[in-house]
């Protein structure tokens, strides 16, 4: 019988596809499996469904073993997973691209919108009782239209946000190198994108190369009054530069979608700051996008079981 582990309950449209065919084993806890339960619970599977929750990496396929045929993770990002071990091994791995693209898009907008004009520090401030008047000067915050959004990585999330900034009325830069310009966007060097932006909107997958992008030298040519905001990944920010840059106002505000780690620490200096909003990773958490999620990794994972070309693969060299 064909063995498959799910490393969390995920939403029914996938699951059903699953059962459709075969029958799972599930991880149903709320909280993921720890390492040494995942080590337990993949041996001898032939089929892998993970969250990027999970750490995949060569010891974790060891332990699974030679008949694993599919590794299939309900994200888009798949810097959870050693990509090269799982190549090495002819183990194609999926994920769930463009499905949720205009849910992410849309959490990068909350988030910009969000620190612009202050929402959290004034939700903070009415529920505090501090409301006594309308006032001329009153959590001041800054305005979308006729700024600067600039965009790091001008993929499918990058060019949704692009496209949300036009009925924003924001001028929009990016720096992508092999990206083509749509949506009134224009390409810039990454230092014309920084010395020029009034928000900068980190859209890059994390890899050995964008790893600490985000760093003290990146912060230190962005303008005093430029807004962060992050939905890629915690690991392409240095967070202690980020404490830094904010703490002396050498930036205005951030607002991260991602951490790292994740959970966030609760002693965490950037939970200190006023002008820091962190929220748990929610970009692809609307009820559709995760049952379209589900159901991609359903798909790559049937199609590996089955033996044929997984739909969304990112290494289909094993071919
Ligand atoms: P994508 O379509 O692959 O876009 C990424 C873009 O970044 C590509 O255009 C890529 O260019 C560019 N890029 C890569 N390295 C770069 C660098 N060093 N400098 C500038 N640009 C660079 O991916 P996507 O679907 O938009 O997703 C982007 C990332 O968002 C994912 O990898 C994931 O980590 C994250 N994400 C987060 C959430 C969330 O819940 N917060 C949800 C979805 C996705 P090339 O194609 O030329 O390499």
């Known amino acids: 019988m064909t063995k ?5 309950l995920i939403p029914s449209s996938g699951l059903n596809l699953i059962k459709e065919h075969f029958q799972p084993d599930v991880w149903s806890h709320d909280l993921p499996p720890t390492r040494v339960q995942l080590l337990e619970s993949v041996r001898g599977v032939d089929g892998l469904l993970c969250l990027l929750t999970e750490k995949v990496d060569a010891e974790l396929m060891d332990a699974a073993g030679s008949q694993l ?3 299939s993770s309900m994200s888009v990002g798949v810097d959870h997973i050693d990509v090269s071990a799982a190549t090495e091994r002819r183990i194609p ?3 769930t691209p463009g499905v949720l693209t205009d849910a992410t898009a ?15 520090e004034a939700e903070r401030y009415v529920r505090a009782g501090k409301w006594i008047t309308w006032s001329p000067s009153l959590l001041l915050g800054a305005d979308l239209a006729g ?5 790091v990585g001008f993929g499918r999330i990058g060019q949704a946000i692009a496209k949300r900034a036009q009925g924003f009325e924001l001028r929009v830069v990016y720096y992508s190198p092999n990206a083509k310009p749509v949506f009134g966007a224009q390409p810039v ?3 014309t994108l920084l010395k020029e932006s009034d928000f900068v909107s980190i859209n890059v997958p994390l890899k050995d190369e964008t790893r600490h992008l985000v760093n003290e030298n990146f912060l230190s040519k962005m303008k ?16 202690n530069a980020l404490y830094n840059a904010l703490k002396s106002k050498q930036i205005s505000y951030a607002a991260l979608d991602v951490t790292d780690p994740e959970p966030l620490p609760m002693n965490s200096p950037l939970l200190e700051l006023e002008n820091c909003i962190i929220v748990p990773h929610l970009g692809s958490a609307s009820k559709k996008t995760r049952d379209q999620m589900s159901v991609l990794a359903a798909q790559n994972l049937i199609a590996g079981l089955n033996g044929d070309i997984l739909p969304n693969c990112v290494n289909s060299d094993v071919y």
């Open 4 to 8: 498959i582990f799910i490393t969390r």
């Open 69 to 71: 045929k599919v590794i």
């Open 93 to 95: 791995v999926g994920n």
């Open 106 to 120: 849309d959490q990068a907008f909350a988030l910009m919108l969000s620190a612009a004009r202050r929402i959290p």
């Open 147 to 151: 700024a600067t959004l600039g965009i």
């Open 189 to 191: 060097d990454l230092n």
């Open 224 to 239: 005093p009054t430029a807004i962060l905001i992050n939905t890629a990944r915690g690991g392409v920010l240095d967070q």
